[in-house]
T-cell receptor, first 117, second 115 residues
Framework: AQKITQTQPGMFVQEKEAVTLDCTYD???????LFWYKQPSSGEMIFLIY??????QNATEGRYSLNFQKARKSANLVISASQLGDSAMYFC??????????????FGQGTELSVKP | EPEVTQTPSHQVTQMGQEVILRCVPI?????FYWYRQILGQKVEFLVS????????KSEIFDDQFSVERPDGSNFTLKIRSTKLEDSAMYFC?????????????FGQGTRLTVV
């Protein structure tokens, strides 16, 4: 079974508008962390934002926020005021604590976001 | 700002040849990883390394693969006899410590093309 699911292979958004990228996850580990990474066309992986399973508040980092709904096992990324430079592939990833001594990340399939001028 | 450095950025090799991908993690980091990304697909975990030994490896990381930290700064991934399906982007990553909160810092990747 997929541990991280991103159901939107591609998304379009108009410049300056907000966009939500979906991510659902599956784990039986009570302690886990959820991460979002951005991969521009140049290929590098850029960390954007993190949410811990015990965090009471949704994480925010500048124009990025994470809509964490624990009961629904979703961790959607919201990008406000989209910019042309936001066009990239976005990956949701999870790190489990107890079942993962090495601390590896498990990635979703990614969502390609295109921002239109 | 410290960063993870990978060399080379692009390597082309013939099927059956050995390749070594090199990484210099961030200097005070303790946990090291290799991931790969086949073109257009998701990022897949290969191996994690801590305290000079492998802490976990995936089913992809078979006997053809090995990792080393030969001199306390470099972290290498060796593929002994490359196959066409090894063509992918290989990412090295490092983390400073254990725990949920610390994000992994990724290198810019090495694009391996096996012909």
């Amino acid at each position: 079974a997929q541990k991280i699911t991103q159901t939107q292979p591609g998304m379009f958004v108009q410049e300056k508008e907000a966009v939500t990228l979906d991510c659902t996850y599956d784990t039986s580990d009570p302690s886990y962390g959820l991460f979002w990474y951005k991969q521009p066309s140049s290929g590098e992986m850029i960390f954007l934002i993190y949410q811990g399973s015990y965090d009471q508040q949704n994480a925010t980092e500048g124009r990025y926020s994470l809509n964490f709904q624990k009961a629904r096992k979703s961790a959607n990324l919201v990008i406000s005021a989209s910019q042309l430079g936001d066009s990239a592939m976005y990956f949701c990833a999870m790190r489990e604590l107890i079942y993962n001594q090495g601390g590896k990340l498990i990635f979703g399939q990614g969502t390609e976001l295109s921002v239109k001028p | 700002e410290p960063e993870v450095t990978q060399t080379p950025s692009h390597q082309v090799t013939q099927m059956g040849q050995e390749v070594i991908l090199r990484c210099v993690p961030i200097s005070n980091h303790l946990y090291f990883y290799w991931y790969r990304q086949i073109l257009g697909q998701k990022v897949e975990f290969l191996v994690s390394f801590y305290n000079n030994e492998i802490s976990e490896k995936s089913e992809i990381f078979d006997d053809q693969f090995s990792v080393e930290r030969p001199d306390g700064s470099n972290f290498t991934l060796k593929i002994r006899s490359t196959k066409l399906e090894d063509s992918a982007m290989y990412f090295c990553a490092s983390r400073p410590r254990q725990g949920l909160v610390t994000e992994a810092f990724f290198g810019q990747g090495t694009r391996l093309t096996v012909v």
